[in-house]
C-alpha cells in the first residue's frame, strides 16, 4: 500500500491531532442511518450536543477541548425497524428508539451517574 509522505511513519506527529491528547471517558455513536433519520436521529444527535455542551462534558468543535465525551454519527447497526440507534462506548451499550426527550436521562442516569438506562437497553456487550 502506497503511503503519502505525510503519512509515513514517524514522518507525523499524533500530537497535532487533539483527539490523541483529550482526556475521553465515552464515545457516544448516534445512527443517521435512513431509517433512523425518519425516526428523528438528527434531533436525538443535537440533543446529546446540546444537553453534554450546557454540562461542560462534550469534547470537540461544538463542545471544547476540555470535554471528556465525544459524540459522533454512525451507520446502521441493525436496529433499524426500533430507531434511532444509540451507541456507548467503552461500555458496549446500545440503546433503542432514543428519542429527544430521552438524553437528558441517558446523560444523567449513564454518562455521569454510570447506571444504563434499563427501559431504552437493546443490547449489552459482555
Known amino acids: 500500500m502506497e503511503h503519502h509522505d505525510a503519512c509515513q511513519p514517524n514522518a507525523c506527529s499524533l500530537t497535532k491531532v487533539p483527539v490523541t491528547q483529550a482526556n475521553l471517558t465515552r464515545h457516544v455513536l448516534v445512527c443517521t442511518g435512513s431509517a433512523c433519520r425518519q425516526n428523528q436521529s438528527e434531533a436525538t444527535l443535537e440533543a446529546f450536543w446540546k444537553v453534554l455542551k450546557e454540562r461542560g462534558l462534550l469534547y470537540g468543535k461544538r463542545g471544547?477541548?476540555?470535554g471528556s465525551i465525544l459524540v459522533s454519527t454512525s451507520g446502521s447497526?441493525?436496529?433499524?425497524a426500533?430507531?434511532?440507534?444509540?451507541?456507548?462506548?467503552?461500555?458496549?451499550i446500545w440503546y433503542y428508539g432514543v428519542q429527544p426527550e430521552d438524553v437528558e436521562q441517558i446523560v444523567d442516569e449513564h454518562l455521569i451517574?454510570?447506571?444504563?438506562?434499563?427501559r431504552l437497553l437493546a443490547y449489552t456487550f459482555k
Not at 82 to 92: D, H, K, L
Not at 113 to 118: A, I, K, S, W, Y
Open 64 to 66: 471544547s477541548l476540555e
Open 77 to 80: 447497526i441493525g436496529l433499524c
Open 82 to 92: 426500533v430507531g434511532p440507534a444509540v451507541m456507548v462506548y467503552p461500555e458496549g
Open 113 to 118: 451517574g454510570d447506571q444504563p438506562v434499563e
